[in-house]
Structure formats: structure tokens, C-alpha cells
């Protein structure tokens, strides 16, 4: 089992930054893909990038693969989405989620339902 916890949320303007961090709970957090996924108003759950157990090169979702930045620490069972250059249509809850690929594994899925567990999400707001 594991617990995830978000955090970093807020109400930012066009063009600011935001640091999101997920804590995880569990010994075995280096063996979980993380990923972050949002939910704008009125629209369905999205992809936004994720990363492997180990660090590897993430994968993101095209429209911020150049503003927005995952990383981990799995000595702290942490994950981070920073979030950079901030747009109005960025406005959604964000969501941490792990998925469970085995302590080598360096695969990660863009799927939500591949994703096992999930936090309770923190909400990010763009104004204009």
C-alpha cells in the first residue's frame, strides 16, 4: 500500500512558477513509476508527465515537455513537478500517482489506469 500526499498548489499568474511535491509513503518507493496527471474543469483526467523508479529520462505531455520538469528523491519517497511559464489553460488539480513496474524497471506509462494509487490532488490556478 501506498499513501500520496500533494502539495505546492495555489493561484499564480500567466507566465509564474509553481513547485508542486507529492510524499510518498512505503520502503519500496524507488520500485514505483510516478507520474502527475491533471483534471481541468470540465474535461477529462490528463496525462502530464511521469518518471521512472530509478530517475530516468521522464516522459511528458507535449504541451509542457518544455516548461515543466519532474523529478524524485527516493531517499525522501519525494516526487516534484516544477512548473514553469504558467498558463491560463494550465488550471487543473494535479494529481500524483504510482505505479508499480518492479525495482528495475525503466518504464513508464502515460495511462492513468496503469497508475495504482493516487493522491488526493492539489489545485493549481492560472490567472490571465
Known amino acids: 500500500q501506498v499513501q500520496l500526499v500533494e502539495s505546492g498548489g495555489g493561484l499564480v499568474q500567466a507566465g509564474g512558477s509553481l513547485r508542486l511535491s507529492c510524499a510518498a509513503s512505503g520502503r519500496t518507493f524507488s520500485c514505483y513509476a510516478m507520474g502527475w496527471f491533471r483534471r481541468a474543469p470540465g474535461k477529462e483526467r490528463e496525462f502530464v508527465g511521469a518518471?521512472?523508479?530509478?530517475?530516468?529520462?521522464?516522459r511528458y505531455l507535449e504541451s509542457v515537455k518544455d516548461r515543466f520538469t519532474i523529478s524524485r528523491d527516493n531517499a525522501k519517497n519525494m516526487v516534484y513537478l516544477q512548473m514553469n511559464s504558467l498558463k491560463p489553460e494550465d488550471t487543473a488539480v494535479y494529481y500524483c500517482?504510482?505505479?508499480?513496474?518492479?525495482?528495475?524497471?525503466?518504464?513508464?506509462?502515460?495511462?492513468?489506469?496503469?497508475?495504482?494509487?493516487w493522491g488526493q490532488g492539489t489545485q493549481v490556478t492560472v490567472s490571465s
Open positions: 518518471i521512472s523508479g530509478r530517475g530516468g529520462v521522464p
Open positions: 500517482a504510482a505505479d508499480y513496474r518492479g525495482c528495475t524497471s525503466t518504464y513508464v506509462s502515460t495511462a492513468d489506469v496503469a497508475y495504482d494509487y
